[in-house]
């Protein structure tokens, strides 16, 4: 079949050029634009990067008309509801679920790496006991590449294997040191009993003083939290992650990148951002207060947006936030917190918000923050720790898309140019005469 491409005419006598067009498995297919500048002296402008694809992937698949979201080829329901995130991790980074001999020995390895140098401490001591979670995970991993100089070479796949499960295994005890460290408690060391949930919520959670007794249906709900989170398409800390990884640098340096990323309260800090605004609704007069919010909501003056509503991609429902509903009505009940104020009370914004004329003229739903938040506070989560527990799980997606752009045959340092709208040259006027 012949090949399918696009000419570009100018106004300006600028020659016709002609580039492919090159096609995708689902979604739109894209224009390879690489010689452009090239054929024609001009750049394309996308500083939001709204109709400009940065890679080629296989990884996560969004529709977001229909607002559906694929790992490698599964719908997150159904994901969701028949794996652990182990096995999600195995998926997102080796391509395929795996078999139960896999899932074991993946298992175990991800068990035995949980542990990381007690010197990491040291770096904590340095952090007032008031430090942002997300300030320390970054600290964290920027001191922790310093403890494998076995692992600099991005290139080397083994390096890259060896990062990934370190990474994945050590995330969750340099969260929980974040948070012990905040509450002036002890560290917790894992226990290799526990699933890789368990181990999240024992290490937060116990202290040396007594055994921890785990809950089953939290530690089911913080899995399908974390399998959630895992990935998403070429969101800003993954591309930041792609970026920075881009030189060269090591696999732990760009995941600390993600997380600074993520931190944003436009992107993975929405979870804090979004309980903090129904914690203000709720103090300052709960349900009956909706509509004068939902007013400042639609204000651009407001400075104020409703956080967890709103998606780049999404323009339907993001399918995240339906499970993650569920998960909240779940635990809300195991707690027998079904009464919750601030869950009735988002999901009344929910309903007025998904019935107001701003927010469905604009394909305005509920993402996957505007619930996870109400969820991990009735886990017993603090709000300044959401963001740590997204980038947790987030952390097997940032890894498998690095992995993904490195062995890209299409590789390169990634280098926008820019449109220049500064001075034209001009001349330095000696300090005596300015
Ligand atoms: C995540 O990219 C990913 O995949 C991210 C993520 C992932 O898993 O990695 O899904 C995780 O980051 C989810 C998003 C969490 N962020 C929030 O919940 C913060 C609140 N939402 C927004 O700030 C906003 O919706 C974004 C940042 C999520 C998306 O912004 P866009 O696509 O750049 O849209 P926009 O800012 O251009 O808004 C379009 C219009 C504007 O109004 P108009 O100029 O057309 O009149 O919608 C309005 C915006 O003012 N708008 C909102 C709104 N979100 C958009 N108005 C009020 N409240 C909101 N939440």
Redesign the pocket.
């Known amino acids: 079949m012949a090949e399918k491409t696009v000419t570009l005419s100018f106004s300006d006598g600028t020659p016709d050029a002609t580039f492919p067009v090159m096609e995708s498995t689902m979604g739109p297919d894209v224009i390879d634009i690489r010689a452009l500048y090239k054929q024609t002296g001009k750049f394309t402008y996308d500083p939001?990067f709204m109709s400009t694809a940065s890679c080629s992937s296989t990884i996560t698949y969004i529709d977001g008309d229909k607002g559906e979201l694929l790992y490698r080829g599964y719908a997150i329901d159904d994901l969701a509801k028949n794996c652990d995130f182990l096995e999600v991790c195995q998926l997102l980074v080796y391509g395929e679920l795996p078999t139960k001999e896999q899932h074991k020995k993946f298992s175990e390895l991800i068990i035995h790496h949980t542990m990381v140098h007690e010197q990491m401490h040291f770096f904590m001591r340095g952090f007032r006991r008031d430090a942002h979670p997300m300030a320390a995970l970054t600290g964290l991993l920027g001191a922790m590449s310093a403890f494998y100089p076995d692992s600099m070479n991005i290139h080397d796949p083994k390096v890259r294997e060896r990062s990934a499960i370190r990474l994945i295994a050590k995330m969750p005890t340099l969260v929980a040191m974040a948070y012990k460290y905040s509450i002036g408690e002890p560290y917790i060391y894992p226990d290799n009993s526990l699933s890789y949930a368990g181990n999240v919520l024992r290490m937060m959670f116990a202290t040396p003083c007594e055994e921890y007794k785990l809950n089953p249906v939290l530690e089911r709900a913080l899995d399908r939290i974390l399998i959630l989170?895992a990935d998403?398409?070429q969101?800003?800390?993954?591309s930041t992650v792609r970026l920075c990884a881009s030189s060269g640098t090591n696999p732990i340096a760009a995941i600390a990148a993600g997380v600074a990323s993520l931190w944003g309260?436009?992107?993975?800090g929405?979870n804090e951002?979004?309980l903090n605004m129904l914690n203000e609704i709720q103090e300052q007069g709960g349900v009956e207060k909706i509509g004068e919010f939902i007013e400042k909501?639609?204000d651009?003056n407001s400075g104020i947006?409703?956080?967890?509503?709103?998606?780049?991609?999404y323009r339907n429902y993001?399918p995240r936030a339906k499970l993650m509903r569920e998960t909240c009505h779940e635990v809300l009940g195991e707690l027998g917190l079904e009464k919750d104020p601030l869950f009735k009370l988002a999901m009344t914004l929910e309903k007025i918000a998904l019935e107001d004329e701003y927010f469905v003229s604009?394909k305005?739903y509920p993402?996957?923050?505007f619930y996870s938040g109400i969820v991990q506070k009735a886990m017993g989560i603090p709000v300044q720790l959401f963001t740590a527990i997204f980038a947790l799980a987030?952390t097997v997606g940032w890894i498998a898309q690095l992995n993904e752009m490195v062995t890209d045959p299409d590789y390169k340092i990634g280098r926008p140019r820019q449109r220049f709208i500064g001075s034209t040259p001009r001349k330095v006027k000696p300090l005596s005469e300015r």
């Open positions: 939001g989170h998403h398409e969101n800003a800390s993954t309260p436009a992107h993975g929405a951002a979004c909501f639609k651009k947006r409703l956080m967890g509503f709103g998606h780049r991609v993001d604009r305005l993402n996957v923050d987030r």
